[in-house]
């Protein structure tokens, strides 16, 4: 997946998913790519504030499950590590990053979206936390920043029964921070950001920094627990579901 770059000259970056055709999946090479993308960024003088979005009508619908094939666990483990770093990257980041979500923000799309200090979303988006519907757990520090947005309980029970919720819930338990007519979400995203770049940056360092200091834990835990949860039996039953669009037969293994 390539990730699509553009540059205002009000100073705004506007980094686009864009492989529309899937629904664009958030796989290795996209975070790498990702990655890369708000180092420059973080780095640009020019720059005054990002926003992650995604092209063909959808945030991103999830991790890319070519990308969840068994492989080592070394090999899962050094691609962790990209997650910890570009999720890192942007919790930390040290100019406005807002997502501006249209249609599905789902699984790893979700995580994603989380992981913007600020999220702008149209009123027909769509969130959903769908990891266990392939035998795994939630990764890309979704274990920290959901609750963190919405608080433990609500946050497991989104986690554990795959609830889709619909973008005026997710305003009202504070998952979204501002709501946009379908198709406008972009818009409102970026005005938004190019006004919180007016404020002075060193406090805003010190805040982000402040509430991401959980993050590293979970995604620590992640980059441990789910390389195993990719080799299990139940994890490649629901690979084979979701391409063959049955239901899955986990047997805990």
Not at 25 to 33: D, L, M
Not at 110 to 133: E, G, N, Q, Y
Request: proline share 6%; charged share 25%; hydrophobic share 45%.
């Amino acid at each position: 997946m390539s990730i699509e770059t553009q540059r205002g000259e009000d100073g705004l970056l506007v980094l686009t998913l864009n492989e529309p055709e899937r629904r664009n999946p958030v796989g290795h090479k996209a975070r790498q790519a990702l990655s890369a993308a708000l180092s420059g960024a973080a780095a640009d003088d020019a720059v005054r504030a990002v926003v992650i979005t995604g092209a063909g009508g959808h945030f991103s619908g999830g991790g890319d499950i070519r990308d969840q094939g068994e492989r080592s666990l070394g090999a899962h483990r050094e691609r962790f590590a990209v997650i910890s770093d570009v999720i890192t990257r942007m919790a930390r980041f040290p100019k406005p990053l807002v997502a501006a979500v249209e249609g599905w923000a789902a699984g790893g799309g979700f995580a994603l979206a989380l992981a913007c200090p600020t999220i702008v979303a149209s009123r027909d988006a769509r969130f959903v936390a769908s990891f266990t519907k392939i035998a795994l757990m939630p990764d890309m520090g979704l274990l920290s920043t959901l609750p963190a947005r919405i608080g433990p309980a609500r946050a497991r029970r989104l986690i554990l029964t795959n609830r889709v919720v619909g973008a005026p819930e997710a305003e009202a338990l504070g998952i979204v921070d501002a709501l946009a007519e379908p198709g406008e979400a972009l818009r409102a995203a970026s005005a938004l950001a190019l006004a919180e770049a007016e404020g002075a940056v060193l406090p805003r360092q010190f805040i982000l920094d402040w509430f991401a200091r959980d993050l590293a834990e979970a995604l620590e835990y992640e980059q441990t627990l789910q390389p195993l949860l990719l080799n299990s039996a139940d994890a490649a039953e629901g690979r084979a579901a979701f391409a063959e669009k049955r239901p899955p037969r986990f047997r805990g293994c």
